[in-house]
Structures are given as structure tokens and as C-alpha cells.
């Protein structure tokens, strides 16, 4: 059964692929000049969380941020908008699997943990350092792993609020929030480490490192010691160190930076496995979203009737550079038949101007000798103005333009004997100023042979 298409702003929602506590995710395309289209995904914020002021501050606060994020290990945000009322993120759409549904079919082997881990922490220390933004929200469903292996975080600064009767700004999800979250605090990279220590660990047991699905209950795994990892696990003792001090609760006592946790994953990873590990992670990743494929269910009508499918009201909060090029483009489509597109402004190629011309008094490849102007370029093959300034001396068809009044034209030394000896010995027959000296041309006193080449009646007595 083919679910109708339906038209979300400028968005078109194919269908749901996913729903959770935060959002509902739909597989979209998003529509360009010339037929193109783009394919991404579209997340709508769950009303609740669109009539809580304080999500809604966070949200609008953080879209300008999130557009310009732009990370190899980071799933890039294209727009952040309200439309009707329902507010969104539109995404880049990642092929592959969260890592939530990985652990479905069981833990990761440590490498593969260590080698998703390493990865994560270059978008968070990314994050931290370069937009002083804290995700609040690591979780297995907000890794995502594609078919090659390579890890994303989703998300970024959209953290749903926890489920606190505090009156406190406390955002992210129970069993995974820092000891400062739930203090309701100020947040610094620090916790982002702790909650990806959260993630290994789970990644590494296939156990939750908190089982507390409430704040309350969270608060009372924390007071606790562990999480301790047991010997059934098969972590190996240096990696379960590793992992154990992104759970400390004092925070200056963790790693000081996602940074340098990623440094010591991949020191450990460098050492147990050197050949690496990004196509099994990937293998495990592509048989997920194939079996989800399998199982997709259509969405229920009710599910579909409270989106319009012509909206009256449409507002964007912020956009990525990306997304406004998709949208602002004015080049034409290439035709089928062209290999290449010119990029505007840019001068077209040459198609039979000549590629270089000669400069007067140098000798080199291809450029005609000063003192044989018959071998020079003709003069109609020069078309650039720029050109015919450095082109080489006209030939005899062309004659040069004469000398100044009372000169004769300078001579062209033509005998090979008189041109060896100039060579060898410094001192000769020829004028020392003749050839170097600029002046020589225009000299009275220098010699000439009007039976020179270079003479302008040659041509004529020829």
C-alpha cells in the first residue's frame, strides 16, 4: 500500500521512519530549480514540547547555532521553523542505523565501541571549542551509524526537558544525564563526557549504566557506586578503565575533554586494532536498517489527519548556507550532453587564441628568436590587446614601424663565426651596449648594414 505524500512548508513527508518521546521523524524530499531534488529528513517537535516555553526558548536560542555546525561526525541541520504551529529541524538523511537499534542485537565488540567513541568525541570537542555549545543529550538513539562504518551525532542543543517536577531547566534524558545536570546547574563540556561514558558502557555490556528511567530514579543509581563492569563482559582491562573515569562523579576528575578521551580510545584502538574496525561496525549497521525496512508499517490514518497538507502559516527560525543554495540557485540544469557547467563570472576558455606569446629579447621554447623575425608568430594570430604588447617582432609582410628621424635601424649580428666569438670572449667586435642595452636601437653612432633582415626595404627589394 503506497502512502499519499503529503506537503509540510516547503518539505514533501514520504512517510514516518521513526517516533519517539521528543519528535516525529519523516523520510522528506525537499524540491530545486531544473528537477533537483533533495533528500533529508524532517523532525517535528511532539506538541507537548511546543507548548513548553522553556523547550520552545532553548529551540529558537540554538537554531542559529546549529546551521552553521558543519562536521564530518556531525549530522548537519538544515533549517530550524515553525510551520502551523508544529516546530521542526530539517536534516541531512543518514543511511544506516541509531546505535540504539544496533545494541538490540547485542553489544559492540570493544573495538567497534572504541572506534564509535573516538569518533563522537571529535564532534563533541568540535562542538565545545569551536561554538561553546553543550549537547546535553548523548544517547545511543542519538548516534547514528551509516554503511561505511562512520558515526554521526543527531541533535545537537535540542534536548528534550527531563521528566522533573523541579523548577529547574533540567533538558536530556534520564540515565544518561551528569551529576551536574541533575543539579540543575551550569553545564561545561565535562558532561557531555560523562553521558558518553554512559553510552560506552552500555555499548561495551549491553546494560544501561543507570537503569533509572525517571530523574528521581537517576538521581539514586548515581548516589551508588558503579556501574562495574564483570567479567562475563569481556572488556578488556584497560579499555574498562578508560571508560570508568568518564563516570566519575566529580567532574575534575573525568577526562578534561572529549578531546582527550579521544586520544586515549584511539591509543587503546591503535594497539588492539590496528587494521581497523569501520567495516564490521558498518555490516552491523546495514543489517538493522535492512531488517527495519522489512518490518515498516505504514502509519495509521489518525496518525496522519493532523497534517495539513496546505499550511497558512509558515516561519524559519534559521537556515544553513546549504540549504539557501539549494533554494537561490539560478543555474541552469546541464544538458545531457555536456560534461562540464561554466561557473559564472568566470572568462571561457580559449578556443584557437594561442597559449603563449614570445617576449621580445628572451629565448625560450617555442618563442621566436629577436633576431629572426621571419620565425616569429603572424601578427593576426595575436587577438588579445594584452597579448599584442608582449608579441614577438612583426614579420617581413608586416614591416616595423621606423626609426626615429636621423637613425638607421639598429644591426642584427647574422653570422654564426662573429656570434661564436661574442660568446666566448667577453671582449668582441660587437658594441658592448648592442643587444643589453636598451638604448642601442636609438644609438646614431651604431653600426648598421642596410642589407640587414631586419631593414624595411627588404621586403619591398625581395
Known amino acids: 500500500m503506497n502512502v499519499p505524500v503529503r506537503t509540510f512548508g516547503k518539505y514533501l513527508l514520504d512517510q514516518e ?42 529551540f529558537v536560542h540554538e537554531a542559529k547555532t546549529l546551521v552553521q555546525m558543519s562536521h564530518p ?10 510551520v502551523d504551529g508544529v516546530y521542526f529541524l530539517a536534516m541531512e538523511y543518514v543511511e544506516g542505523a541509531t546505535l540504539a537499534e544496533i545494541l538490540r542485537e547485542g553489544p559492540l565488540a570493544p573495538g567497534l565501541a572504541a572506534h564509535l567513541g573516538a569518533e563522537i568525541c571529535d564532534a563533541l570537542h568540535y562542538a565545545h571549542t569551536r561554538f561553546e555549545i553543550v549537547h546535553r543529550d548523548v544517547t545511543p538513539k542519538n548516534v547514528i551509524v551509516d554503511s561505511g562504518g562512520h558515526s554521526r551525532l543527531l541533535d545537537f542543543g535540542i534536548a528534550a526537558p527531563a521528566d522533573d517536577d ?14 551536574e545536570q541533575l543539579e540543575g546547574g551550569a553545564l561545561g563540556p565535562v558532561s557531555d563526557v560523562f553521558s558518553l561514558g554512559a553510552v560506552l558502557y552500555e555499548a561495551l555490556t549491553g546494560r544501561r549504566a543507570f537503569a533509572g528511567k525517571t530523574v528521581e530514579r537517576t538521581r539514586r543509581a548515581l548516589a ?41 580510545l584511539r591509543g587503546w584502538l591503535a594497539s588492539h586494532a590496528p587494521e581497523g574496525v569501520s567495516p564490521e561496525l558498518g555490516h552491523r549497521a546495514e543489517a538493522v536498517e535492512q531488517e527495519r525496512d522489512r518490518l515498516a508499517e505504514v502509519p495509521d490514518e489518525e496518525d496522519e489527519a493532523d497534517l495539513g497538507s496546505s499550511p497558512s502559516e509558515v516561519k524559519t527560525l534559521a537556515t544553513s548556507r546549504l540549504l539557501n543554495d539549494i533554494l537561490e540557485s539560478d543555474l541552469p540544469p546541464p544538458s545531457l550532453d555536456a560534461g562540464t557547467v561554466q561557473i559564472p563570472g568566470r572568462r571561457p576558455p580559449p578556443t584557437d587564441e594561442p597559449t603563449t606569446a614570445a617576449i621580445p629579447g628572451r629565448r625560450g621554447s617555442g618563442a621566436a628568436l629577436p633576431d629572426h623575425p621571419a620565425e616569429a608568430p603572424p601578427a593576426d594570430a595575436v587577438t588579445d590587446s594584452s597579448a599584442q604588447a608582449t608579441a614577438a617582432p612583426p614579420s617581413e609582410a608586416d614591416p616595423a614601424p621606423a626609426a626615429e628621424a636621423g637613425t638607421d635601424p639598429p644591426e642584427t649580428e647574422t653570422d654564426p663565426e662573429r656570434a661564436m666569438a661574442s660568446r666566448a670572449d667577453p671582449v668582441s667586435e660587437t658594441d658592448p651596449d648592442s643587444e643589453t642595452d636598451p638604448d642601442s636601437e636609438t644609438d646614431p653612432d651604431s653600426e648598421t648594414d642596410p642589407d640587414s633582415e631586419a631593414d624595411p626595404d627588404a621586403g619591398a627589394d625581395a
Not at 521512519?17 to 517535528?44: C, P, T
Not at 561526525?73 to 515553525?82: D, R, S
Open 166 to 179: 523541579a523548577e529547574t531547566e533540567l533538558f536530556g534524558t534520564p540515565g544518561y544525564l551528569s551529576p
Open 17 to 58: 521512519i521513526a517516533r519517539g518521546g521528543m519528535s516525529r521523524v519523516y523520510l522528506a524530499r525537499l524540491r530545486g530549480l531544473g528537477g533537483f531534488e533533495k533528500r533529508l529528513v524532517v523532525k517535528q517537535v511532539l506538541p507537548e514540547l511546543a507548548s513548553d516555553p522553556r523547550f520552545v526558548s532553548m
Open 73 to 82: 561526525h556531525i549530522a548537519p541541520v538544515y533549517e530550524l521553523g515553525v
Open 224 to 264: 551508588a557506586d558503579g556501574p562495574r563492569f564483570e567479567a562475563a563482559d569481556e572488556v578488556p582491562a584497560e579499555l574498562a578503565a578508560i571508560v570508568d573515569r568518564t563516570l566519575d562523579r566529580d567532574p575534575t576528575a573525568r577526562w578534561p575533554s572529549a578531546r582527550e578521551l579521544g586520544r586515549a
